[in-house]
C-alpha cells in the first residue's frame, strides 16, 4: 500500500516503511533491521526535521520517549504472555495507560491519554489508515483479515494456509505473523534457530563426557598394564560407543 485516501506510503528498497504523509503532516522514521527482536524496528520518527520520537528495544520494544508539551516523556511498554502491549508506565513505575483487546487485536477498553501507537501483538496501529502495519501487509483487525494477499504461497499439509486473506490460520489467541507473511514461516525460522542452539549446546556437553570418559578408561587401561597407543585406540572405540558424534 502507498496511497490510501489522502495517506502516503513510502518504503525503502527492502520494503520497510519510511515515511507517512497524513493531513499535510510528514512523519519520517529511521527503521533498524539488525537488532536482537529479530524484525525491523523504527528507532526515531521525525517530523519536520525533527526527532519527536525514540525507542529502545531488548528482545521486544522496552520504552518510548516522545516530546509532549515540548517536553520529553519516557513510557515504558508492559506485556501479556501473547506479546500485547497491556498498559504503560512512567518513569516512577506508575501505571499511566491500560489496554484490552479481543483476539484479533479490537480494543475493548483503553484507560490513558498517553499517545501510543503500538498495541496488539507489539506491534504499531496506524490510526491514519485504521489498520495494523505488519511489515509485508497491513492487517484489519476488525475483520481480522490481511489487507492484500498472502505472498507465501499455501502448504499442502494446511487447508487454511490457501486462504491469502487469513490471519494466522484463525489461530489469534495463541500464533502471532509480525512478517505479515505466514506465521508458519515465521516459526520455522524461530524453530530452526532454537534447534541450532540446542544442539551446539549437546555438542559441547557430548565433548566433556567423551574427554572424561577417555581419560578415565586410558588411566585404567594403563594401570592394567596395556601400553599408551593401545589404551587410547580402546578407550577411544569404548567412548565413541558411549557418547557417539553429534550428527
Not at 497524513?22 to 539488525?34: F, N, P, S
Not at 516522545?66 to 504472555?81: A, E, L
Not at 489508515?129 to 504461497?153: C, H, I, K, M
Not at 500464533?175 to 534457530?193: C, K, Q, S
Request: charged share 20%; net charge negative.
Amino acid at each position: 500500500m502507498t496511497a490510501h485516501g489522502s495517506v502516503t506510503i513510502v518504503y525503502d528498497g527492502d520494503g520497510n516503511r519510511v515515511s507517512e504523509t497524513a493531513g499535510g503532516v510528514t512523519t519520517k522514521y529511521l527503521v533498524d533491521d539488525r537488532n536482537s527482536t529479530g524484525l525491523p524496528q523504527v528507532l526515531d520518527e521525525k517530523v519536520s526535521g525533527s526527532v519527536t520520537r525514540t525507542y529502545a528495544y531488548g528482545l521486544q520494544r522496552i520504552s518510548e520517549n516522545q516530546k509532549i508539551s515540548s517536553t520529553w516523556t519516557p513510557s515504558f511498554y508492559g506485556y501479556d504472555g501473547h506479546g500485547n502491549v497491556r498498559f504503560l508506565t512512567n518513569s516512577a513505575g506508575t501505571v499511566t495507560d491500560s489496554y484490552d483487546f479481543d483476539a484479533f487485536g479490537m480494543p475493548i477498553r483503553t484507560s490513558g491519554t498517553t499517545p501510543n501507537n503500538y498495541l496488539y501483538s507489539g506491534e504499531r496501529s496506524d490510526s491514519n489508515l485504521g489498520l495494523y502495519y505488519l511489515r509485508a501487509r497491513y492487517l484489519n483487525q476488525a475483520t481480522g483479515r490481511f489487507w492484500s494477499r498472502d505472498p507465501v504461497e499455501g502448504k499442502k499439509c494446511c487447508g487454511l494456509s490457501w486462504n491469502p486473506y487469513i490471519y494466522v490460520k484463525q489461530n489469534p489467541v495463541n500464533e502471532i505473523d509480525p512478517t505479515g507473511r505466514d506465521y508458519i514461516e515465521y516459526l520455522a525460522g524461530v524453530l530452526e534457530e532454537s534447534v541450532a542452539v540446542v544442539r551446539a549446546t549437546a555438542i559441547i556437553v557430548r565433548t566433556e563426557l567423551f574427554e572424561e570418559c577417555l581419560v578415565g578408561e586410558v588411566i585404567v587401561l594403563r594401570e592394567s598394564g596395556v601400553d599408551l597407543a593401545t589404551a587410547i585406540a580402546e578407550a577411544t572405540v569404548y567412548c565413541s560407543a558411549l557418547y557417539p558424534p553429534i550428527p
